[in-house]
Nanobody
């Protein structure tokens, strides 16, 4: 199993920047961490469904939602399997709980693991 630990959320003014981080915790099974195929960030605003923000494959290929293109950048440190989300030019509509996800493949079985979420609030 993989337990994900997120950090970096907080309150920021419109136009500001934040960087979110997410990594497998020390209690994660090493075999499961080795099976991480991709990681990503999702967000859920009050009263809305959870939506994909960005995902990145361990080989480096990434994709970003149209709503964050050119403002957010996802990256992955494959030595520690830490995924980052650099967020710039933040707007009030980016306010949400941001969740980290890891896609793990073990014995041909795909499993998604989620972090507990970190709050991002954009407000003046």
């Amino acid at each position: 199993q993989v337990q994900l630990a997120e950090s970096g959320g907080g309150l920021v003014q419109p136009g500001g920047s934040l960087r979110l981080s997410c990594a497998p915790s020390a209690i994660s099974r090493p075999e499961s961490v080795a099976g991480i195929l991709a990681m990503g960030w999702f967000r859920q605003a009050p009263g809305k469904e959870r939506e994909e923000v960005a995902q990145i494959h361990k080989g480096g290929v990434s994709r970003h939602a149209d709503s964050v293109q050119d403002r957010f950048t996802i990256s992955l440190d494959t030595d520690t399997m830490t995924v980052y989300l650099q967020m710039t030019n933040l707007a009030p509509e980016d306010t949400a709980v941001y969740y980290c996800k890891a896609v793990v493949v073990e014995n041909w079985v795909h499993t998604d693991y989620w972090g507990q979420g970190t709050q991002v609030t954009v407000s003046s």
